[in-house]
């Protein structure tokens, strides 16, 4: 989602996304939010974070819980390495319509934390 936003705001933004558990596909919930909120990254892939090891960087930028602690070292070269929490909503349990919610909350949660990350960085 974070991925889908920042390309939102600046289409020249090179912008790639990996997991340190990757699965190979998104999750569906995921890109339906993200849909509901006019952003489609149904093209996306669940990478592993090893592809991209070992290459230079701006910005590395951790965002679920355990993978700013499990997050590996980048051998390349990395000018800011950074941490933007968010609760995974893949693990909320209960009702459909309260991990909906989940799925909700935390979108606008990363809409508005990284639009506020993108300000700092493109003054």
């Not at 939010?33 to 592993?48: C, F, L, N, P, R």
């Amino acid at each position: 989602m974070a991925h889908g936003f920042l390309q939102s705001f600046d289409k020249d933004l090179i912008v790639r996304s990996a997991g340190t558990q990757a699965s190979g596909h998104l999750n569906e919930k995921a890109v339906a939010v993200m849909k509901e909120a006019g952003i489609d990254i149904s093209h996306h892939t669940s990478d592993s974070v090893d592809k991209y090891l070992g290459e230079e960087w701006d910005y590395v930028i951790t965002v679920c819980g355990g993978a700013n602690e499990s997050c590996p070292a980048f051998i390349g070269k990395v000018k800011h390495r950074i941490h933007i929490g968010f609760d995974d909503p893949s693990h909320a349990t209960g009702t459909d319509e309260f991990v909906w919610s989940e799925f909700i909350r935390v979108r606008d949660e990363i809409r508005d934390q990284f639009y506020e990350f993108y300000k700092k960085i493109s003054n």
